[in-house]
C-alpha cells in the first residue's frame, strides 16, 4: 500500500508549516512536505497573488498540478506526503485528479479569524490584514475536504497527533 497523501489546506497563519513539519518529524519515517507557496514562486516573473484576479488563479491552478506532480514523485519513493496550500476555486478538484489513484486526504485546519490575524501578526509581514481575510474567506467557503479541525486553541504538536491518530484510521 502506498503511503498517504495529506493536503493541509486552511487560512494564512492556520498553522499548516509548523503543524506539517511537526508531523513529519515526530509521527512518519520518511516524509516530503511540500509548499505550495514555494511550488507558485518558481513562476517569477511575473508573479501574481491568488488575490489578484483571474491571473492569480491561473497560477494557483499551475501551481497545484505542479504540487501533485512532486507529492505523486515523492509518494512512489515509499514516501508519506505532506502538501500545504490554501485550497479554493477548482484546486482541490485539480489535486483529486491529479491524484486520483493514490490515497489522499484533504485536511482543512480552521482557526478562528481572530487568531489567524493574532498569528499573522506575530511573523515578518508578508501579506496584508485584508489578504488574511481573503485566505481566511476562501477556507470558510471551501466544501471540498475530508476532515477539518478548528485550530484556533490547539498546539502544533495535538494537530500533529490528530493527524497521526485519523491516517491510522484511514
Known amino acids: 500500500m502506498l503511503p498517504l497523501i495529506t ?3 486552511g487560512p494564512s497563519a492556520a498553522g499548516k508549516n509548523t503543524i506539517a513539519y511537526t508531523y513529519a518529524r515526530e509521527f512518519t519515517q520518511q516524509c ?3 509548499d505550495g507557496d514555494q511550488v507558485r514562486w518558481m513562476y517569477t516573473h511575473p508573479h501574481t497573488a491568488p488575490w489578484a484576479g483571474e491571473e492569480g488563479l491561473r497560477q494557483h ?4 498540478r505542479h504540487g501533485a506532480m512532486l507529492a505523486r514523485s515523492f509518494n512512489s519513493l515509499g514516501l508519506e506526503v505532506i502538501l500545504l496550500d490554501v485550497l479554493w476555486a477548482d484546486l482541490p478538484a485539480i489535486y483529486r485528479s491529479e491524484l486520483k489513484d493514490l490515497p489522499l486526504r484533504i485536511v482543512r485546519l480552521l482557526p478562528t479569524l481572530e487568531e489567524a490575524l493574532r498569528r499573522h501578526h506575530q511573523r515578518p509581514p508578508t501579506i496584508s490584514d485584508d489578504e488574511v481575510r481573503w485566505t481566511y474567506n476562501h477556507a470558510v467557503a471551501l466544501t ?7 485550530t484556533t486553541d ?3 504538536e ?7 491518530d485519523t491516517a491510522k484510521n484511514r
Open 61 to 64: 491552478q499551475i501551481g497545484a
Open 32 to 34: 516530503a512536505v511540500i
Open 7 to 9: 493536503i493541509l489546506t
Open 158 to 164: 495535538l494537530v500533529a497527533k490528530w493527524l497521526s
Open 144 to 150: 471540498d475536504f475530508d476532515l477539518t479541525l478548528d
Open 154 to 156: 490547539m498546539p502544533a
